[in-house]
């Protein structure tokens, strides 16, 4: 809470609100030590008396403030003294006592029931046209050294009492919803915990909700002017938490680079301004460096997202910079906090909607390409260019040597049987995937006429990878290449595990066809790709290159 | 006959190989068998062809790159592939057969049939024709030729925006692959019959087929009633 600002509200309201009285230089407060009941008098001479006042915990003091109505109170409405005072006192209007907050000089450490804010009705007789004076009799136990009166003001009974119910009637609203924005996305968080930014968001909507709540619950839950500091420390500590959270969530939405580094500079400098602060007591200006350290961090990592182009970061940057025009711009310091919170969470909201949206996108995205890697699997098999062309050489074998065309016919229906088997599998052992490459060379042997060879060394049967995968480079190899002068094609698969990774060598031993020619991507390449992201997300690695005896592949898997 | 294979199939190169030589027998001078791309044509550019059969997958490459040099060179191109999908395609490119695998001798035959009896290779006819033009090949659509004039071993295109391009095809051949809409009316004339508007007779028995921009085609004296009775 902002002293000073309810200061100048008061002032504020006393010069402008009513629009009956005027002080060009504001009220001024005068003290004295001592105990003279003329003291509330509307003549007493005061001009020996000072501003601030040097007091003990057990003296009784007095303080007077001169005041001069232009016109009369009107008569349809009261007159109403708003008072916040640090001590318990006896209120005297134009020497008439008014009312009294506790009992002053006999605090009692026991019972601190007297109310650090304080609404008095004025008399109509006392609020008439002309020159008044209002005197307190006091003592300040607690908090000797600071000043006594933090805040006073003079209005119309009703609206002086109504006014902060009615706005914290809105706050309250808003603390609703923060608490139920807070809410909901732990939920969510709970739900599915790899989602950090939901859990930050949830924290920070639940901070705001305390924060606002903590901020005006004054108007409403009297309290003793001794606990008057315990609510600025909840409140420190709170934007303390919130000026760290806010700048740590864009920092992750918006894949903050140099996060790793900022992180605890940031976090170094927030502490710092905090334990400055709190020993010198002035949480005002904690609050101003804290929050001032939020917004240059926030639209720092925010602009750094709109020069990288990532999505979304235009608008949050915008919402942010008018966040910082409300928060120094605006004078009143209510309306300020309120709306720049809630463009921040509408920012903050708006971000988390759209990586939500992406992730669902990626989500469905997957979804897709297993249906569409089961089809291409399928596709293998029944593909015109496969089976028209497999057939054609069954016929020619069958007119050639019936004996030989059904041991080809064996070899098709081996090799169908296999696909059946992996069809709709996302990963089958490493020992069927060999059957299935060694099933496809018999058929290629039997359409090509070429001698294909497989070895395969230190594989562990039990291993587990994508179907098709070998297969799909064994195709391109018995695409690309031509025999060897000896007149066969040599395919070789080795394995090596080690404790980061599992590696699958597979090379080619043969002519290519076209040595010279730039690689494009073909489908075999995206198959594999697709198949590795399918089942390791992006702990995969896949090489492909052409060596000296052919070509080598390289199939990394990395261990979560 | 000089004929090309470009299979990469051994079994079914073979195969072709196999029934071409029982179907043209002694009268085959040349039978060459090729298993990619740029062998193929290569091939073509440095021999003299009689006809090519081609696959449209090579080794993963597609055939379609092949077919459009093909088409526009002297010989006839005869299709033997797997993807009868792209049958459409290749007939409109101008190829003389389509032959879908698996295949018999009796299939490859009735296509081997058409090279000799100058049937046409299918009722669609070519849409386009492949031309040879400063190096490069480009695609004339056959909508857009009003005549086509024999000039020795070439023909003469005449397009309706009155330009003349160079087909390395016979007219014959050409007369074998284009729609039916186009009629030969002449030895040295095939038309697009849409294209005519009547007969002109001239003194001495002399035929002449007028067509919509107002130039005279003679019509040759054999073809003249089998015209008549056909289009008038």
Redesign the interface.
């Known amino acids: 809470m902002k002293i000073s600002t309810w200061v100048v509200v008061g002032i504020v309201l006393l010069t402008s609100g009513c629009g009956q009285m005027h002080y060009p230089d504001g009220p001024v407060i005068k003290y004295k030590v001592g105990d003279q009941p003329e003291w509330a008098g509307i003549d007493w001479d005061d001009s020996d008396w000072s501003t601030y006042v040097q007091k003990e915990a057990d003296d009784i003091f007095w303080a007077r403030i001169k005041l001069n109505f232009s016109e009369d109170w009107g008569s349809d409405q009261h007159l109403g003294l708003f008072l916040a005072v640090f001590g318990d006192y006896d209120l005297y209007w134009d020497s008439v006592w008014i009312g009294s907050n506790g009992q002053p000089g006999l605090e009692n450490e026991n019972d601190k029931s007297s109310e650090y804010h304080r609404f008095f009705l004025i008399p109509d007789s006392l609020s008439r046209k002309g020159p008044h004076v209002l005197a307190l009799r006091a003592s300040q136990k607690y908090y000797t050294a600071d000043g006594t009166i933090r805040d006073f003001m003079i209005n119309n009974y009703l609206e002086l009492v109504q006014k902060p119910i009615r706005f914290s009637m809105y706050i309250n609203l808003l603390a609703g919803a923060f608490l139920i924005t807070a809410i909901y996305f732990f939920i969510l968080y709970v739900n599915d915990r790899n989602s950090f930014p939901v859990l930050l968001f949830s924290i920070s909507s639940f901070l705001f909700f305390l924060l606002i709540s903590t901020e005006y619950i004054k108007f409403y839950v009297p309290f003793h002017y001794s606990k008057f500091y315990t609510r600025l420390e909840i409140i420190s500590l709170l934007t303390f938490l919130i000026s760290f959270l806010i700048p740590l969530y864009f920092s992750i939405q918006f894949a903050f680079l140099k996060r790793k580094w900022w992180l605890p500079i940031y976090s170094l400098l927030l502490l710092y301004i905090y334990i400055f602060y709190h020993n010198y007591g002035n949480y005002d200006e904690m609050t101003v460096y804290l929050t001032s350290s939020m917004w240059i961090s926030s639209v720092v990592i925010v602009g750094y997202g709109v020069v990288r182009q990532v999505k979304g970061a235009l608008l949050v940057f915008m919402g942010l910079l008018i966040n910082v025009f409300i928060h120094y711009g605006m004078r009143n310091y209510d309306y300020s906090l309120v709306l720049s919170f809630i463009i921040l969470l509408l920012c903050m909201f708006y971000i988390l909607a759209l990586r939500i949206r992406e992730q669902r996108e990626a989500y469905e995205f997957s979804l897709v390409q297993t249906t569409r890697l089961k089809h291409e699997l399928l596709k293998k098999k029944i593909q015109p260019h496969f089976l028209m062309n497999t057939l054609t050489s069954v016929i020619d074998w069958v007119e050639e040597s019936p004996q030989k065309g059904i041991q080809f016919i064996e070899a098709l229906a081996e090799e169908f049987d296999l696909l059946n088997q992996i069809e709709d599998k996302q990963l089958i052992p490493i020992s069927q995937e060999i059957q299935l490459c060694t099933s496809h060379l018999k058929i290629m042997e039997y359409r090509k006429e070429i001698e294909y060879i497989w070895e395969d060394e230190q594989i562990d049967p039990e291993e587990k990878i994508p179907p098709a995968l070998i297969h799909t480079l064994l195709e391109n190899g018995i695409t690309h290449c031509l025999p060897l002068p000896s007149g066969n094609i040599r395919f070789k698969l080795s394995y090596e595990a080690n404790a980061k990774a599992k590696t699958y060598y597979f090379f080619t031993y043969a002519t290519l066809r076209m040595p010279s020619q730039e690689i494009v991507e073909g489908t075999g390449t995206k198959y594999v790709k697709a198949r590795l992201t399918e089942s390791y997300g992006n702990r995969w690695d896949f090489q492909s290159e052409q060596t000296e005896e052919g070509w080598k592949n390289v199939i990394t898997i990395y261990k979560p | 006959m000089k004929i090309l294979i470009v299979e990469d199939?051994?079994?079914?190169a073979?195969?072709i190989a196999r029934m071409t030589q029982a179907f043209f027998g002694s009268t085959l001078t040349t039978l060459q068998l090729v298993d990619?791309l740029?062998d193929g044509l290569a091939y073509i550019k440095d021999h003299a062809l009689d006809l090519v059969l081609l696959d449209l997958?090579l080794?993963?490459a597609n055939g379609f790159d092949m077919l459009k040099t093909a088409v526009a060179e002297p010989f006839n191109t005869i299709i033997v592939s797997?993807?009868?999908?792209h049958a459409l395609l290749a007939f409109e490119y101008g190829v003389l057969d389509f032959v879908?695998?698996?295949?018999?001798q009796e299939r490859l035959e009735q296509a081997f049939r058409r090279i000799v009896s100058h049937e046409k290779g299918s009722t669609e006819g070519a849409r386009f024709l492949a031309v040879k033009k400063q190096g490069t090949i480009q695609l004339v659509k056959s909508e857009e030729v009003l005549y086509i004039k024999g000039a020795g071993v070439y023909t003469e295109l005449f397009l309706s925006n009155g330009q003349k391009e160079l087909h390395d095809k016979s007219l014959e051949k050409l007369a074998q692959l284009l729609p039916s809409s186009f009629e030969r009316i002449h030895k040295s004339y095939l038309v697009k019959m849409t294209e005519a508007t009547g007969i002109r007779v001239s003194s001495g028995s002399k035929y002449g087929l007028e067509l919509s921009n107002g130039e005279v085609l003679p019509i040759g004296r054999t073809r003249y009633k089998g015209l008549k009775e056909k289009w008038f």
Do not use: L
């Open positions: 199939e051994a079994r079914i073979k195969r990619s740029t997958n080794n993963g797997a993807q009868k999908e879908p695998k698996p295949f018999n």
